[in-house]
């Protein structure tokens, strides 16, 4: 649709930490609103590939766009040019991301680690920042929690507040970089079910997860990746319960 936003766009990406190839012609369509599950072993690229798209990492060849425009670059006729910093930085607040430690803010509390970013990035007043946070702490449940401290919540809620946060900035496209890895299992759930209600949202979700049962049920496309490499891509029937390459089979028989 014309007005879809949320459209990544990854072509030939190729990313190397000195003359490791991390990424290896990386090619990938994320179709807006639709919900991409990354799987695969430690170290085979997911989370550099999640940093490109955010452009925290460089990458050497190949070019990533976010609803057309380039991530860190600008078109001028044929040739690329480097955004500066402020402009990648605005780029950046258009896709949020959810590490595997929440990552907030221990000396501000739930509530100012939700409006920081929004009153820094979107020109919102304090009163209109805290009432959008609010909103989005209903939505995660945690309302009753907006003045307590991180250290006073579970993982569980420390995690939902940073997806509360992320969204916070409207962002087109959210990246999931094994968010319920740090949680004990009990509070795995409970993320999952924040991250199952946004796939209905209209947000563009990709989430690098070891959550077979999450990705089955909630990934328009699961694509799996060795050595830098997609070797396997396709809906959960394809790849989950019909693996073709023996590194995917070999994967899931050991996380099923
Ligand atoms: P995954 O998230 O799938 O476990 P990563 O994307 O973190 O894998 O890492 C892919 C490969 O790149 C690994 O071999 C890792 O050691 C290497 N790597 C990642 N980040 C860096 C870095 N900043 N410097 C050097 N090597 C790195
Ligand atoms: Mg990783």
Redesign the pocket.
């Known amino acids: 649709a014309a007005n879809a936003r949320g459209h990544i766009s990854i072509t030939g990406v190729t990313k190397y930490?000195?003359r490791?190839k991390?990424l290896d012609e990386v090619s990938l369509e994320l179709e807006p609103g639709s919900v991409t599950v990354i799987l695969?072993p430690?170290?085979?690229?997911?989370?550099?590939?999640l940093r490109a798209i955010n452009h925290l990492e460089r990458v050497d060849e190949g070019f990533i766009q976010i609803d057309g425009d380039y991530i860190g670059y600008q078109r001028r006729g044929d040739r690329l040019y480097e955004l500066k910093e402020k402009a990648i930085l605005r780029q950046r607040t258009e896709v949020g991301y959810v590490f595997q430690n929440f990552n907030l803010f221990p000396h501000l509390t739930v509530l100012e680690n939700i409006i920081e970013a929004p009153i820094v990035h979107k020109k919102l007043t304090r009163p209109q920042a805290i009432e959008r946070a609010l909103e989005l702490l209903d939505t995660v449940g945690l309302r009753h929690k907006a003045d307590a401290w991180p250290r006073q919540l579970s993982g569980g809620q420390q995690q939902r507040v940073a997806i509360a946060r992320a969204l916070a900035l409207n962002p087109r496209v959210i990246l999931f970089d094994e968010p319920t890895s740090a949680l004990d299992p009990e509070l795995v759930g409970e993320v999952l079910d924040v991250i199952r209600s946004l796939a209905q949202s209209g947000v563009t979700l990709v989430v690098?997860t070891h959550e077979i049962g999450f990705a089955r049920e909630v990934a328009d496309q699961i694509v799996f990746?060795v050595d830098?490499k997609i070797v396997e891509q396709g809906n959960a029937r394809q790849v989950i319960s019909a693996p073709q390459h023996p590194r995917t089979r070999r994967f899931l028989a050991n996380v099923l």
């Not at 430690?42 to 590939?49: A, D, E, F, I, V």
């Open positions: 930490f000195g490791h991390a695969g430690s170290g085979s690229g997911k989370s550099t590939l690098v990746m830098g």
